[in-house]
């Protein structure tokens, strides 16, 4: 009796401390962010929301934040369609080479980031597409599909078949069959592998390091070089925020989720 | 169901036959289903028949269209559908699994065939409620799938298998999935369904009881062919080979030589055409007659199952009532006798 509840002790005291040890950071930042000092002190001697009037007020900060968005917005798109398309495939296709083709469209979860980097500066400098929208949405997508792709073959495979032959006994074609039937059952993993590639893309600093220049830059690079070139607490503001959004966004799922058990039962 | 027989008569379909010509459908190393060739008659309630792999699901989900054949054809009321993919072919198809559309209410998952229909508003909402209606289930249009139990789940596949008036109705053991008691019950309800719609229906189980209960006519599959087509009684009463006759209900079999020449035959006595009387006893004249020992007596309620001991070996069964004139207890020497006319000579075709 002793020793277990010594076991359970010892259980919950590891788990705060691993707990802690992950929210370390937000401590760090959230103060410094506060911080009324030219540089990134902790703790704070005096409070301001200075660096927070910087960052609205610069508009390379102003500029980077609209580039992620809108990259992150298109890579969202592109990586839902294709990684939903080639989860389908990979579930349900009969053809040769299936192991290929899953290793291939799994690839970039696999390779360093550097290599793809590297591969993709080389290729794009070529074709003009470093500082573009465009190239950072192509190289987003390649590494947020395997993403989806993991979500929604989870997904499919539960899936019951026979509510697809269902629908078409019904009258239903392939397409309203799939549009009908299939997506809306697995519309969650959807989701949760749109939400995974949408912070792959805003997160995103290798490669973008590289794609990045002058004319183009998205947030996690204007982050990455203001704490490099100038130790600049405009960081610590926007990592405040980011977290702030990052928190709303699951908050939200997980309402949706609540909301829709919630009307389940009051069907019943 | 609904007692109201203008509610279902307004969902009646016209019965179309149904002829399935030269089947052929083989897998890598086995062939599902071998030539098979069957036409089912316009209302008819047919029962596909037979163990699992005799390759009575594979015809059937051809008939669907969901499994294209090697060679062969389909055809539904007169028009070749071999080609035709299964969302053009408005055959109603149930499920054993029930196959509901989880995130639809069952109201909506009645509307479905509807609305790809075209059907007008107002009409998808009468037809809806109507076919719910008929499966007893009206007031739970507004219920999820999930909320349901398994029974009233197959109600509302059924529903919605019917709601749109399809040519026909084709049943994947539909209550395979169900207790035996909630499966009685509805076997009698898909019966007074067939009748009241007048549709063409197409049975798969392999339960034999199910099949001679709810069939017009019964096609017993076998390895992927068809073994003998027949209605209930045909079956039951003339079966052609010993494997229909095993199948359906309890045999005794007798097979070695007729006239002293193996000739691949076998002798079967349905078990309620045996009757036991105490050895020694005068036996009815002409009857055939063996001897043997009472092995086991199981009371049924209706009745006695007794199991009999032949001297060499092998046992036969005899149903008798629970007070007839000999009493069977398990030892009593008895002789087992039957008419002729009740001893059918078949192909024995379960060797090898």
Known sequence: MNTKLLCRGALVLLAVLTALYLVAPVFFVIPTSFNDSSFLEFPPKAFSTRWYEAYFQDPAWINATLNSLQIGVWVTILSVVLGTAAALAMVRGRYPVKALVSGLVLAPVLVPYVIIALAV??????????????????????????????????????????????????????????????????????????????????????????????????????????????????????????????????????????????????AA | MSQNPSTTSTLAGTGVSIDIRNVVKTYKTMTAVDDVSLTIEPGEFLTLLGSSGSGKSTLLNIIAGFIDADSGSIEVGGKDLTKVPPYRRDLGMVFQHYALFPHMSVWDNVAFPLKRRGVAKAQVAERVQRALDVVELGHLGKRRPAQLSGGQQQRVALARAIVFQPQALLMDEPLGALDKRLREQLQLEIKRLHRELGTTFVFVTHDQEEALAMSDRIAVMRDGALVQVGTPVELYERPASRYTAEFLGESNIFTGRTHGVDDGSALVVRPEHVRLSAAGAELPSGHNALDGVVREVVYLGSGLRVEVALPDGRHLITRSEVRGALTPSPGLPVAAHWHPEHALVVRDDTAA
């Not at chain 1, 397409?175 to 893309?201: D, E, Q, R, W």
């Not at chain 1, 977290?243 to 009051?266: I, K, M, N």
Request: aromatic share 8%.
């Open chain 1, 121 to 266: 500066y080389a290729v794009f400098l070529e074709m003009g597409l470093t500082q573009s929208v465009l190239g950072f949405v192509l190289v987003h997508t390649a590494l947020a599909v395997p993403f989806v792709v993991i979500n929604v073959s989870a997904a499919l495979v539960s899936f019951d078949e026979r509510l697809e032959m269902a629908a078409m006994s019904l009258g239903a074609n392939r397409v309203t069959t799939f549009l009908k039937v299939t997506l809306p059952c697995i519309a969650p993993s959807v989701a949760a592998g749109a939400l995974f590639a949408f912070i792959t893309s805003f997160d995103e600093v290798v490669t973008s390091v590289f794609l990045a220049g002058p004319d183009l830059s998205t947030l996690p690079v204007q982050m990455w070089s203001g704490v490099r070139v100038q130790i600049d607490p405009t960081v610590a503001a926007v990592s405040t925020m980011l977290l702030l959004v990052t928190l709303a966004l699951f908050a939200s799922a997980g309402l949706v989720r609540l909301f829709r058990a919630r009307r389940l039962a009051e």
